[in-house]
């Protein structure tokens, strides 16, 4: 039996509302993406805007103490050190077509009818073809749109004007002499820098503790101002060099010692006071393996235009193509209001 136009379009909206409404937003499973994890679980909502999304911002305070005595003159203060940071929002859109053509090849035909009306009953056939071909386009659909946009809140928005900025247009190799970030100059605002050290050398000696103590002592600084949320994602290299530093020192997990049978070898994985150093592979990907990238997560998340934020889109079928198309779409920004609590590093 036919499918009709309106028919088989129902089928293509539930394929689609399968794959992306199903508790998680974009779930990994392919390659993890811890970053992009973090980022869509700590998204926040704007309104509009021209343009930007704006935060303020402080650093620099003009108030102060002094003595008195008696009759002694004193002074007033009359403070001004509230700035703005600006973010771009960016619109940022992937789809799928299908066409007719590639149905009838896989063995559905389609009655071309616009109110719907046509056969209502189809054989299994035809059910389970639409939805194998359908779930593999919506399947590529929705991991290309996860690889896009992990890369996308990696990299620094030089590589398109077009997409949103991602973390490394704000956390920096060279803070104290990088151009304006948000609008704000961190040369002369010194506050506005985050934290980095891409010569971390720990030799050829794992248990000089090279790393392990720079961390140590770097994590006071990072916790020194607020109350941050840290994460760290690490490349491969960062955290076999932390992981032998460890071991070089006996550091094991005790799990599994007073049991029966096998024992587990492995090591527990790796946090520092709580903060958990994760793998990210994207950082290989991008030839990032020796870096580690510590973020405060309250101080950066993304911000989505309300009412579009994973927008679905059912484009009429074109009158001179026979093609169905889908589309999701999402209006929005990466921001930043405070960067002295984030930083990178890298060993060498």
Known sequence: MPFTVLELENAANAALDFHMDRGEVLSS??????????????????PSGNNNITVRVKGDYTTSIMGYTHDDTVTYRNPANIKTASYPWKEIHWGISCTLTELKKDGITITDSADGTGEDRHSGREV?????????KVEDMKEGAERGLNLMYWRDGT??????????????????????????????????????????SVGSDPTAQVLVNFLQTELRQLRRFGDPKHIALCGSDFLTQLEKELRAKGNYTLEGWDKKGAIDIGMADVALKGIAFEYDPTLDDLSEQARCYILDMKSIYPMMMQGEYMKKHNPARPEDKYVLYRAVTLTGGLVVKQRNTSGVYKIV
Not at 29 to 46: A, G, Y
Not at 128 to 136: I, P, V
Request: net charge positive.
């Open 29 to 46: 499973t392919i390659q993890s993406k811890p970053l992009l994890r973090e980022m869509l679980s700590r998204k926040k909502e704007f």
């Open 128 to 136: 389970t073809a639409l939805a194998n071909l359908l779930d593999d």
């Open 159 to 200: 590589q398109d004007a077009k997409v949103i900025p991602g973390i490394k247009s704000f956390i920096v190799d060279a803070p104290s002499t990088s151009a304006a970030i948000g609008g704000i100059d961190p040369v002369v605002n010194t506050w506005w820098r985050n934290r980095a050290n891409l010569a971390i």
